[in-house]
Protein backbone atom coordinates (compact mmCIF):
# COMPACT_ATOMS: atom_id res chain seq x y z
CA UNK A 1 0.00 0.00 0.00
CA UNK A 2 1.08 3.41 -0.75
CA UNK A 3 1.88 6.43 1.25
CA UNK A 4 0.93 9.66 1.94
CA UNK A 5 4.07 11.10 0.31
CA UNK A 6 4.23 8.49 -2.57
CA UNK A 7 0.37 9.47 -3.28
CA UNK A 8 1.63 13.03 -3.35
CA UNK A 9 4.62 11.93 -5.74
CA UNK A 10 1.84 10.16 -7.65
CA UNK A 11 -0.47 12.88 -8.10
CA UNK A 12 2.68 15.46 -8.16
CA UNK A 13 3.78 13.67 -11.54
CA UNK A 14 0.52 13.66 -12.98
CA UNK A 15 -0.25 16.89 -12.45
CA UNK A 16 2.73 17.84 -14.64
CA UNK A 17 2.21 15.51 -17.13
CA UNK A 18 -1.82 17.45 -17.49
CA UNK A 19 0.01 20.64 -17.48
CA UNK A 20 2.76 19.67 -20.55
CA UNK A 21 -0.08 17.98 -22.10
CA UNK A 22 -1.88 21.01 -21.91
CA UNK A 23 0.66 23.52 -22.65
CA UNK A 24 1.79 21.77 -26.26
CA UNK A 25 -2.27 21.84 -26.77
CA UNK A 26 -2.59 25.57 -25.95
CA UNK A 27 0.97 26.88 -27.92
CA UNK A 28 -0.70 25.25 -31.18
CA UNK A 29 -3.33 28.08 -31.10
CA UNK A 30 -0.55 31.34 -29.68
CA UNK A 31 -0.20 33.95 -32.12
CA UNK A 32 2.57 34.99 -30.37
CA UNK A 33 4.56 31.55 -30.59
CA UNK A 34 3.44 31.47 -34.44
CA UNK A 35 5.24 35.17 -34.83
CA UNK A 36 7.88 34.05 -33.12
CA UNK A 37 8.24 31.05 -35.09
CA UNK A 38 7.61 32.88 -38.00
CA UNK A 39 10.96 35.44 -37.58
CA UNK A 40 12.78 31.94 -36.89
CA UNK A 41 11.96 30.75 -39.78
CA UNK A 42 12.94 33.62 -41.83
CA UNK A 43 16.51 34.38 -39.60
CA UNK A 44 17.48 30.87 -40.70
CA UNK A 45 16.31 31.49 -44.69
CA UNK A 46 14.11 28.72 -44.30
CA UNK A 47 11.46 30.39 -46.03
CA UNK A 48 10.41 29.10 -49.49
CA UNK A 49 7.27 28.79 -51.29
CA UNK A 50 6.34 25.27 -50.33
CA UNK A 51 7.70 25.87 -46.61
CA UNK A 52 5.53 29.18 -45.27
CA UNK A 53 5.81 30.71 -42.24
CA UNK A 54 3.03 30.03 -39.66
CA UNK A 55 1.51 33.15 -39.84
CA UNK A 56 1.35 32.60 -43.52
CA UNK A 57 -0.13 29.56 -43.06
CA UNK A 58 -2.53 30.96 -40.33
CA UNK A 59 -3.06 33.92 -42.95
CA UNK A 60 -3.64 31.13 -45.60
CA UNK A 61 -6.34 29.40 -43.93
CA UNK A 62 -8.21 32.44 -43.48
CA UNK A 63 -7.86 33.54 -47.26
CA UNK A 64 -8.85 30.27 -48.22
CA UNK A 65 -13.08 30.68 -47.18
CA UNK A 66 -15.03 31.84 -49.61
CA UNK A 67 -16.96 34.39 -48.61
CA UNK A 68 -15.92 37.52 -46.47
CA UNK A 69 -18.44 36.54 -43.53
CA UNK A 70 -16.02 32.90 -43.70
CA UNK A 71 -12.97 34.86 -43.29
CA UNK A 72 -14.45 36.91 -40.68
CA UNK A 73 -15.72 33.73 -38.41
CA UNK A 74 -12.25 32.55 -39.71
CA UNK A 75 -10.39 35.29 -38.10
CA UNK A 76 -12.42 35.87 -35.22
CA UNK A 77 -12.21 32.29 -34.53
CA UNK A 78 -8.40 32.35 -34.62
CA UNK A 79 -8.69 35.53 -31.95
CA UNK A 80 -10.96 33.43 -29.28
CA UNK A 81 -8.45 30.68 -30.24
CA UNK A 82 -5.66 32.67 -28.97
CA UNK A 83 -7.16 33.74 -25.91
CA UNK A 84 -8.38 30.67 -24.85
CA UNK A 85 -4.83 29.56 -25.15
CA UNK A 86 -3.27 32.34 -23.71
CA UNK A 87 -5.67 31.14 -20.16
CA UNK A 88 -4.50 27.61 -21.32
CA UNK A 89 -1.12 28.33 -20.93
CA UNK A 90 -1.53 30.03 -17.49
CA UNK A 91 -3.37 26.92 -16.20
CA UNK A 92 -0.58 24.65 -17.39
CA UNK A 93 2.16 26.49 -15.74
CA UNK A 94 -0.08 26.55 -12.95
CA UNK A 95 -0.88 22.79 -12.76
CA UNK A 96 2.94 22.04 -13.75
CA UNK A 97 3.92 24.45 -10.26
CA UNK A 98 1.77 22.56 -7.92
CA UNK A 99 2.80 19.32 -9.16
CA UNK A 100 6.09 19.95 -8.78
CA UNK A 101 5.31 21.26 -5.24
CA UNK A 102 3.13 17.50 -4.38
CA UNK A 103 6.17 16.11 -5.58
CA UNK A 104 9.15 17.72 -3.28
CA UNK A 105 6.27 17.42 -0.45
CA UNK A 106 6.21 13.90 -1.06
CA UNK A 107 9.81 13.48 -0.26
CA UNK A 108 9.29 14.83 2.45
CA UNK A 109 6.35 12.65 3.72
CA UNK A 110 8.19 9.73 2.99
Known sequence: ML?????????GAVMVL???LVRRWA????????A???AWTLVRGRRTAENPT???AKLRQIGSEPTWTGKATKAAGTGVAHMLS???QMAALGLILFGLALVAAGFVFR
Do not use: F, N
Not at 27 to 34: F, G, I, V
Open 3 to 11: GPGRWMMLT
Open 18 to 20: VGI
Open 27 to 34: SRYDLKDA
Open 36 to 38: LDS
Open 54 to 56: AVE
Open 86 to 88: QVG
